[in-house]
C-alpha cells in the first residue's frame, strides 16, 4: 500500500482558477463564532453544577447530548450535501446553535438543559461538514492552506470560549449567555453572504462533471482500508488531545501545585500551539503531500509525550507546546488526505471525520476520567504517551503523490 500514484484529477471548474481567500476567511471566522459559542457549555459545568443540583452523570449526560448528536448527524448532513447541495444550510445550522444558546439562558430544569446542549450540537453538525465543503471549493487547488485557515479559526474559538466564560458568564450568572446569541447572529450574516457566493460561483454540477466518487487510482479495498488508518490516527490524536485538554490543568495542580490561575495559563499556552500547528500544517501537506506531514506530526510526536511524565515544571511546559504544535499539523493533513480518496464525497468524509473527532474526543475525556479516578491522573499521562505510536500504521496508507502547485492547478483547469 506504499505505491505512488499520480495526483488526482483537477476539478476544471471557474473555481478553480484561484482560491478565494474572502470566503475561506469569512468561513473560519464563522468556525470561531461557532466553536466559541460551543466551547461555552463545558465551560459553565461548575455553575450549572451548583445551580442545578446536578451530580456528575447528569453533567456527563449534557456532554453526551452535544457530542454525540453533533458526531452522529455531521456524516449524514455531509452526505446529504453531497447529493442535494444547498447553499443556505450553513446560515439555518446557526440558527439551531442561536435558538440553543437562547434555550441554554432560560432553562428552567435539568430536561430543558439537555435540549438546548442537542440543539447547539446540531447546530455544530450542519455546519462543520458543509462548510469544510465549500472552503474545499474556494480553494483554488490549495486544498491544505483551505482546511486549515477554515480549522484554525474552530482551534480559536475553543480556546477563548473558557475565558469569555470566565470574565463575562460565570459573573453574570447563566441568562448572560444570552448575549453570545449576537454571535450566532452575526455568523448567520456572514454565512448568508457565502451561501449567495456558493449559489452563484458554484451551480448545480450535471452528471458527466461531477468529479469521481472514488480515487481512480486505488481499488475499493485500498481505499477501504486507507480510511480505517485514517480512523485509528485520528482516535490516538482525539484520545492524546482530550487527555491534555480535559485533565492538564489537574495534572499540574496535582504534580507541580500551581495555582487554578496558573494552571489556565499554562492550558491556554497549549490550545495556542494547537491553533498555531493546525495553520501550518495545511501549507506544508500542499508542498510535500499529505502522508509526509501525517507521518512526520504523529510519529514525531512519540519522543515528547513518552518524555513527558517524567519531566519538572519547565519542561512540561516545553513538551506539552511542541505536543500541541506537532500533533496539531495532522488535522488538516488527514482530513485533506481522505477527502483525496473520495474527491466526489467531500460533505460525506468531511462530516465523518469531524463528527468521529468530536465523538473519541468526548469518549476520551470520559474514558480517561474515569481512569484518573481509579489510578490517579499521573498514570493516565504514562499510558497516554504510548498512543500516538498508531502513527506508524502511516507507513501503509498509499503514497497519493505531491499535489500540484497552484500555478499548475490553474494552468490545467484551462
Known amino acids: 500500500m506504499t505505491t505512488s500514484l499520480p495526483a488526482q484529477s483537477i476539478d476544471k471548474s471557474p473555481i478553480a482558477e484561484g482560491a478565494v481567500f474572502s470566503i475561506i476567511l469569512a468561513l473560519s471566522f464563522s468556525h470561531f463564532l461557532n466553536d466559541t459559542m460551543q466551547s461555552l457549555v463545558p465551560a459553565l459545568y461548575p455553575m450549572m453544577k451548583d ?220 490550545l495556542a500551539a494547537v491553533a498555531v500547528g493546525t495553520l501550518v500544517g495545511g501549507p506544508i501537506g500542499d508542498r510535500v503531500g499529505r502522508k509526509a506531514v501525517i507521518w512526520g506530526s504523529i510519529v514525531g510526536v512519540i519522543p515528547f509525550t513518552l518524555a513527558l511524565p517524567y519531566v519538572d515544571l519547565f519542561w512540561t511546559t516545553i513538551l506539552t507546546v511542541v505536543i500541541g504544535l506537532t500533533l496539531a499539523s495532522a488535522s488538516s493533513a488527514i482530513i485533506v488526505y481522505a477527502l483525496d480518496l473520495m474527491p466526489g464525497r467531500v460533505g460525506m468524509v468531511s462530516g465523518m471525520f469531524f463528527g468521529l473527532s468530536f465523538g473519541l474526543a468526548g469518549v476520551g475525556a470520559a474514558v480517561l476520567g474515569a481512569l484518573a479516578d481509579v489510578t490517579g491522573i499521573d498514570t493516565v499521562y504514562r499510558i497516554c504517551a504510548f498512543l500516538p505510536l498508531i502513527g506508524l500504521l502511516t507507513a501503509l496508507l498509499p503514497n497519493l503523490g505531491r499535489p500540484l502547485p497552484p500555478v499548475a492547478v490553474r494552468a490545467a483547469a484551462e
Request: hydrophobic letters at 50%.
Open 51 to 270: 445551580s442545578y443540583g446536578l451530580s456528575f452523570a447528569q453533567i456527563g449526560l449534557i456532554t453526551l447530548a452535544m457530542q454525540v448528536v453533533s458526531s452522529l448527524l455531521q456524516p449524514m448532513v455531509g452526505l446529504f450535501a453531497d447529493h442535494r447541495p444547498q447553499p443556505y444550510s450553513l446560515a439555518a445550522g446557526m440558527g439551531a446553535t442561536l435558538v440553543g444558546l437562547l434555550l441554554l439562558a432560560n432553562a428552567g430544569s435539568f430536561l430543558m438543559l439537555l435540549l438546548a446542549a442537542a440543539l447547539v450540537g446540531t447546530g455544530s453538525a450542519v455546519f462543520h461538514p458543509e462548510a469544510s465543503r465549500v472552503a474545499r471549493m474556494a480553494s483554488g487547488g490549495r486544498h491544505g492552506l483551505a482546511q486549515s485557515l477554515f480549522q484554525v479559526g474552530g482551534n480559536a474559538g475553543s480556546a477563548i470560549g473558557p475565558i469569555l466564560a470566565a470574565l463575562i458568564v460565570i459573573p453574570k450568572g447563566q441568562s448572560s449567555i444570552a448575549w453570545f446569541s449576537s454571535a450566532a447572529l452575526l455568523a448567520m450574516m456572514v454565512l448568508v453572504t457565502v451561501g449567495k457566493w456558493y449559489r452563484r460561483e458554484h451551480p448545480p454540477a450535471r452528471g458527466r462533471n461531477r468529479a469521481p466518487t472514488l480515487h481512480a487510482g486505488l481499488t475499493r479495498r485500498t481505499i477501504g482500508w486507507s480510511v480505517a488508518i485514517l480512523m485509528a490516527l485520528v482516535f490516538s490524536k482525539a484520545f492524546y488531545t482530550a487527555s491534555l485538554g480535559s485533565y492538564y490543568t489537574f495534572y499540574l495542580i496535582h504534580k507541580f501545585d500551581v495555582s487554578v490561575e496558573a494552571a489556565q495559563l499554562y492550558l491556554f499556552a497549549f
